[in-house]
């Protein structure tokens, strides 16, 4: 287990960029997850494949559970040592991040890529001020003088929107409501000039005025930067170019967000977007397959409401236009 102070850094050491521009900044194929558990294998994340280009933002949308926050610790390596991964993972076209040494991937976390983990306000350390969490990510940037990190520091707080930076840099965290804590964490991804950034579950917690201060800020932070988000919140969802849908483990919906929230191909999509507050909470009967289950068929089959003798074993990913796929025999 990392101490606070350690998790502190590893999420946040920073080093310049060295991407290649004709490269996507994050290609995934085949990344699969497994736990060992009392000699039980949980299949948490299987055969996962995407792309997320320079300058475009991403969501992936699926119920607690399916396995979208256990890829994108898997994507910085940060599993507990019972995780079993195989797949590949690149960052900016030829750097395989499950091939880097130990030392490698902490210059690479917090630099290149950057997480901005669930609850900010249990990553940032009691003991210690707004100010002093920004200027230690920026003295692991690039070394700047003492007083160019306090300067730069209250540039960062300034541009993610803090009126007044001096009195928020002195404050410690127990000070902070979570959409402050959550610009801090704005302001610390932003030390390192990511070229991936991966929040997981950003505006969880926000209260409407303070969720769509954040999505703003972030569109306008992280423009150049591959941005994944990780998250329940359709409206946030709404926010981002493109769409992964995930169910036990597996995408079984990508495409253009308007494309997939608006004419969504998969049963389960349909059935997600039903759920939500905004068009009348109708949940889906049933529950996801247990994680030691075997894969047999379509894992959604038990509660979808168009499975059908003719459901093929296992359905297929289909095209159905241009980037827009479905895992669906009936698409
Ligand atoms: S393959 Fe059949 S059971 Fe699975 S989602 Fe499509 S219609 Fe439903």
Excluded: W
């Amino acid at each position: 287990m990392l101490a606070e102070q350690e998790v502190f850094v590893a999420f946040f050491m920073a080093k310049p960029r060295t991407e290649n521009i004709d490269q996507p900044v994050l290609a995934l194929s085949g990344v699969s997850v497994q736990f060992l558990n009392h000699g039980k294998a949980l299949h948490v994340v299987r055969d996962m494949g995407f792309r997320i280009d320079r300058g475009s933002r991403t969501v992936i949308l699926g119920e607690t559970g399916c396995g979208k926050s256990v890829m994108a610790m898997a994507l910085f390596r940060l599993l507990p040592a019972n995780a079993i991964v195989s797949g590949n993972v690149f960052l900016n076209g030829d750097t395989d991040v499950f091939s880097l040494t130990h030392g490698e991937l902490r210059e690479m976390r917090g630099g290149e890529m950057v997480l901005v983990p669930q609850n900010p306000m249990s990553h940032l350390n009691p003991v210690f001020s707004v100010g002093f969490h920004i200027k230690e990510t920026l003295r692991r940037v690039n070394g700047l003088p003492k007083k160019r990190m306090g300067e730069r520091s209250l540039e960062l707080l300034e541009q993610v929107g803090f009126a007044e930076p001096p009195v928020v840099a002195a404050l410690y965290p127990h000070q902070l409501s979570g959409g402050m804590a959550q610009r801090v964490m704005l302001a610390m991804s932003m030390a390192g000039l990511p070229s991936l950034v991966v929040a997981d579950e950003p505006t969880r917690g926000l209260d409407a005025q303070s969720r769509d201060h954040y999505l703003a800020l972030s569109r306008e932070l992280y423009r150049d930067c591959a941005f994944l988000m990780i998250t329940h919140d359709l409206a946030a969802a709404r926010t981002c170019e493109r769409v992964i849908i995930m169910y036990a483990g597996r995408i079984v919906e990508e495409g253009p967000v308007e494309k997939v929230l608006g004419q969504p191909g998969h049963p389960y999509t349909r059935g997600l977007i039903a759920a939500h507050p905004d068009n009348g909470f109708t949940t889906i009967p049933g529950m996801p397959p247990e994680l030691t289950d075997e894969e047999h068929g379509c894992a959604f089959e038990p509660r979808c409401t168009g499975s059908s003798r003719s459901c093929c074993d296992p359905p297929p990913m289909k095209y159905l236009s241009g980037r827009h796929r479905v895992r669906c025999c009936h698409a």
